[in-house]
Every structure is written in C-alpha cells, then in structure tokens.
C-alpha cells in the first residue's frame, strides 16, 4: 500500500477537497489562456508594473523605460506559475476605437482589465479615459458585475471582464493621504459612470506602487479572480493543512511573481505576506549561489525567524511550475515535524491532482 494512501494520526486525505472542482468550459472557440489587459493614459506606470511583476526588473530602473508606443502582447508563462498573457496599451491611444488594433478576441476568455491611474498627475482625463472603456464593454456585455459564475454561464452573453483600478505611484504620497485620495477617485470612477453611462459596476480599487510590496499584493489579488474556478480547491487544501498541522498561515505562491495564488481561509495579516516574499528572495538569492536552478521537486526549506514574542518557522516546498507551498507556525510545532512533512507530501499530491484535472480540460 502507497504510504500516501495511510491515515496516519493528525493528517488529512484530499479528497473530499477535490470534490469541489467546478466543472469547465469546452468551447474550442475562446481563447483558454487567462489575460491581463493593461490600461491607462501615458506613462501612468503600466508597463513598470509589468516588468517588475512578471520580468523581475529592479524597481529603480523603471524610470529608464521607453513610453510604450504600439500594442505589446506578452506570454509570461515561461516566468510565472500563471499561463497568462499580457497586453501592454499604449496610453496615446484611444483604446477601444483604433482601428488598427485588433479586439475580436482580446476580451474574450478569462479576462482582467487592469486600468492604472497616476495618482500624481490630473486624474480627470484618465477617469473620463476609463468610463469610456467600460461603456464600450457594458454595451458589448463583457463586464463581469459579481454574478455566480453559474449564473453567469446560463445568461445570454458571458460577462467575463473584471476590472481593477490601480491607483499607482503612492509612493510620491505621504501616507495619511493615501486612503483619502483612493476615496475620491474611487467616487469620481463610479459618479462619472452612473452619470455618463449609467452603469453600475462592482470594481476593486488598489494603492500601488513597484517600489513597495503593494503592487504584489494588488496582482495577487487579480490572481485569485483569474483562477476562481480552482480557488475553492486551493483554499480548502490549504485550510486543512493548517487545521491539522497547527499552522498560523499557509500561502501558494509563485517564486518568480511573488504574488500569492491562494491563502488559508483565515489569512488576514499582510505583513506576513511581506516577510514571505522577503524570505523567499533571501531563498532564492541564496540558492542561485550554489545552481543555475535554484528549485526543483527536492526543494524544502526550514528557517527560525526570531520574533520580537516568540519564535516562528517559516516552512516552504517547491511543487512545480514556479509554485511553492510557504507556511508559517510556532516553533514548538516542529516537535511534530514527521507528521508535518507526511502533510505536506499529501498536499502536494493533491495540488498536483488538482493541476492534473485542470490540464485535461480547457478552461472557461
């Protein structure tokens, strides 16, 4: 009998998590791949966000890139976990009108509208810029209002379209009036929309800025929308990996992105996110001393960070594809250390179930 199929004392079986996969679409006509569609006016910050994120360029070189001036189409695949693909729009363009840019298929699929507003520039036109998008798309019925995803897929036309609205560039803001300015945009957003258009659009706003960790935060949170027919089964997983270890956090995150792709269900505490994401550059810096490839399916780290109350261990398992396992608990939890790693094996098996089903079947 395989050891993974033993009910050992304190452990937990994946089944009855993969029994909440939702079932996917199958229409060969829409594109599969997840995509994030990057908008806003000149040089707001979309492209830095870009190669930050998915290309791991240094914060402090972004002021030397070129304005982009055509349409850029980037699969970052090869880079990310996520099978994604960004599209980079150029900010002189009118986006939803230039007749030399092709749109037929670029909304169609999985879809996350990301639209970056300079906090530090006048923000009337690019508010005017962005109720003119959405107006576009409200009449072609793409924009995804929060409906059930079943919901969703029984209506006429499939509403596939989420849209974030990255107030970028915070950095330049003392941070007592970071939250007051995020407010007026986000009244001004959603004025100008019932005004001018008169739709009602459920949008999430976000701080940001690529020299701060809240850029992460903000593109993982895009994450968890792009994949919400398999986030039920990640935080499952997780949340039972923490119940029975006796952990305080456990994260999926993608080494490269260093965005977090799912968390337990109880994850609140972001500046624990922040020490993640510190600790597995560390990892990897480290790492990258000793091999050109710093993970692989043997990679298993324990560190003791010394808290100002109590000890805690950061634990993390590579399982595949830029995805690693990261958990956080109590020092005197690693007593238990043999049936922790028993656990971890066993999710990982299930993670790699879930990814299994997930590639037999085309996504909706």
Known sequence: MDDDDVQIPGSYNQCSALANMQPHGDDPEIDTKPKIILMGMRRSGKSSIKNVVFHKMPANETMFLESTTKLQKDDVSKN?????????????????TDSAIDYTNMFEGRCALIYVIDVLEDKGPAVEKLVSILSTLDRENKLDNGL?????????????????????????????????????????????????????????????SVYEYSIFHALSDVNEKLIDHLLPTFEDLLHRLKITCCMDTTLLMDVSAKCYIAKDNDFTDHNKYEMCCDMLDLYTDIANIYSHQPYDDDSYSCVILHQVTAPEVMLTKYLRNNLILVCLLQESCLKERGIINQNIRKFSKGIGKVLQVQSEKPCS
């Open 80 to 96: 990310c976990f996520m099978d994604y693909v960004v599209y980079d729009f150029p900010g002189q363009v009118d986006s939803m």
């Open 148 to 208: 059930d995803r079943r919901t969703a897929e029984q209506s006429k036309h499939s509403a596939n379209v989420s849209v974030f609205v990255f107030i970028h560039k915070v950095d330049g803001l003392p941070d007592d009036q970071r939250e007051e300015e995020q407010k007026r945009i986000e009244t001004s957003i959603r004025d100008e929309l019932n005004h001018a258009a008169d739709i009602t659009l459920n949008f999430k706003t976000w701080l940001t």
